[in-house]
């Protein structure tokens, strides 16, 4: 399997989606 | 002249810093990403040493030193803000989003500036000819160097949002 890294695309496709899981954990933490 | 010794002042100083410093380093770290490596398979052979041997070893330095001041500053703000403590531990136990927003954010700044002094850097010093190396070894080093600004690349747009908005939490 191609590691999505080696794709500028999915990469910051990736940091969206932990955008999103950052912004959950600070509501679940705080 | 009273604004000098004010604390605000240096307050906003050491912030103005932390900012500059942060565009220093994620600037150079976007310029690899977005311009650089998508771009030098299109550089004909010939050329390519021109990047390689000039451009590479140049951005990297304020790459490097432009994560290092970033943190420097970041944590001199934290503690001046009174925060510092509190955000280490993401805020747990403090009831304050603020705290845990920020705290995200640093932590995520930390794992990026280890990656870079710690596993882009010394890589990159074998791909660069400061440190001896094989084909072999520079195929690798090159490798993980790349895999590892990847890795920062996206962890720098989580890390912006905590810290670009944090004012909101």
Redesign the interface.
Known sequence: MK?P??S?GQ??V???V??V???L???A?? | MQELVAFDWWLLFVRWCHIASGVMWIGHLWYF??TQ??TMPKIPTELRPGVAKYILPEALFWFRWGAMFTIIFGLILAWMNGYLWSAIK???G????H???IG?GMW?GTIMWFNVWFIIWPNQKKNIGITPASPDEIKVAARTAG?AS??N??????ML??MAGVHF?
């Open positions: 590691n890294l080696d500028l990469t910051i990736l940091g969206f932990l955008t899981v950052v912004v954990l600070i509501h933490i705080a | 990403n977005f490596t998508p993401i805020g747990i403090d009831h304050s989003t705290n845990t927003a995200i995520l895999l990847r890795v690349t996206m962890l720098s747009i989580p949002y905590c939490y």
